[in-house]
């Protein structure tokens, strides 16, 4: 029902900048890119997949505490994409990289999307970014 597709991952150095795209790809009746939260998550090596970055349908958006200040996510319904630029990279950002779709969205006590895997239905294979110190 809903395919997604990441790409822009990459090798940079401490401190450099990388674009992650994710194109979404919806075949559900009467559902279209905007019907959908969404999310990106990583899972270093050896570690559980965590939440990095969330935004709902109205563009509100939620991030993880390491990230805020360096990460943004956004969505452009007109590309049915999914970004993440991603800043001032450091080593401990080096992991594999998803996208996620929610069928609803799901809020924690301070109102901001929740970012837990399982909330989320649909997932796309991954991009690698590795951040060289």
């Known amino acids: 029902q809903v395919q997604l597709v990441e790409s822009g991952g990459g090798s940079v150095q401490s401190g450099g900048s990388l674009r992650l795209s994710c194109a979404v790809a919806?075949?559900?009746?009467?559902?279209?890119?905007?019907?959908?939260?969404m999310g990106w998550f990583r899972q270093p090596p050896g570690k559980e997949r965590q939440g990095v970055a969330a935004i709902d349908t109205d563009g509100d958006t939620n991030y993880a505490d390491s990230v805020k200040g360096r990460f943004t996510i956004s969505r452009d319904a007109a590309k049915n994409t999914l970004y993440l630029q991603m800043n001032s990279l450091k080593p401990e950002d080096t992991a594999m990289y998803y996208c996620a779709a929610a069928n609803s969205e799901i809020y924690g006590d301070d109102g901001r999307m929740v970012m837990t895997p399982y909330d989320y239905s649909y997932w796309g294979q991954g991009t690698q970014v590795t951040v060289a110190s």
């Open positions: 919806v075949s559900r009746y009467g559902w279209t890119f905007s019907s959908y939260a």
